[in-house]
């Protein structure tokens, strides 16, 4: 008894303190940003008059107010730049009221998704198709029940005709994934705060605290991003020195049977490969919280035994490492492309 006390104190609580360990099932909090609940009395406080000047965003001719950013009126969100994607149809544009919301409000006009939700351009049209069936089949849910916009998506998908889930996946996959998350390594991170639906965003000042065996994803600009939703201002990836070196190692070789190589299936620049989705330069937000769903089986859809040997070893290190590699690689950082 005595001794295997030692050993725990010995053994497991320097690994806790280094992030390393995570209690058996737990979700990688990271990677979930679920913001603290509001604190008591916060509701209280007067609504301050709602802000109706026209904004608009870099580059951009358009001139509209913050509700119109988000749509008003059954209008859609606003189109910033119009010209950086094809016509939308009707569906991505505006939805189709009450079930289905629009898509070019949380995942943008040109399909780069946020750290909340998920970057969907560039997408095989058959593995879209496939993910709308799952999320319309209950296959697909959040690693963490807190994570309410999962259930969002869901009920959007449960919402749609087959005709519009191939419109709209024919729509994403005709534009090709772009650099939009620039990967940094550091010690330290500014301070954030986690918005109601679960974004890093920076807090003003220039505070910072450790990063710990997390990576921090928050906006290049916040207003830009926040308040505008601007689908030309990206997000940097805060990720643990010396962590894209390790992700590596794991992603181009298995790392000796803890994983397997993801260019197998995903294509050697991790860009894609037939029906197998491309991931690299994406979210490590989004693709952690996917490899930790299909770990656990809260993502089981048709397709995603394949991924099974993949994630059935991984640790919250291992997590960071793969997730700082593979978004670090965008489709620019490769010659051929
Ligand atoms: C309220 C915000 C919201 C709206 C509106 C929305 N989505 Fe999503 N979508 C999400 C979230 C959140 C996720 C990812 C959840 C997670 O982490 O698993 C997601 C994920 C997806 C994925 C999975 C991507 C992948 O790589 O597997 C697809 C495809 C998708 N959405 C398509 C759509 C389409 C099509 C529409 C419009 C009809 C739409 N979404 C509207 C929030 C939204
Ligand atoms: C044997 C083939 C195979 C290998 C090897 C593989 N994957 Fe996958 N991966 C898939 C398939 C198929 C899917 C789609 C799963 C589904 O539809 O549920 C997928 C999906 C994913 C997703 C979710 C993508 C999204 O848009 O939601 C992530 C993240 C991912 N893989 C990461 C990796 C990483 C990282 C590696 C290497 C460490 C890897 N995969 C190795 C086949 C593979």
Redesign the pocket.
Known sequence: MHRFATLVVLVVAPLALTGVLRAAGEPPAWAYAIAPPAAPGAAAAPAAAPDMSLKTVPGSTLRVTLPEVRGVNGAGPADWFPGDHPVMPE??AR?RAPA????????YPNGK?RP?????SG?PVS??IQ??ND?RAGL?K?GDPR?A??E??AA??KG?TPE??KQ??EY?GAMKWTPWIRVVETRTVPKTVISPLGMYLRLEGNETEPIGMRIIETPEDVERTEELRDPRSGFIAYAPVGSVKKGEALVTSGGNGRTVACGLCHGADLQGSGPV?GIGG?SP??LV??MY?MQVGA?RGEWSDLMKPVVAKLTDEDYVNIAAYVSSRAPQSIATK
């Open positions: 569906v991505v939805g289905v919301r629009p898509c070019s409000l949380c995942h998704g909340e939700n998920a970057g969907v997408l593995y879209f993910q709308m999320f697909r959040a994570k916009n999962t969002a998506m959007i998908a749609m519009e889930i709209s996946a994403f989705p994406r937000s989004y919280r996917q769903e993502r």
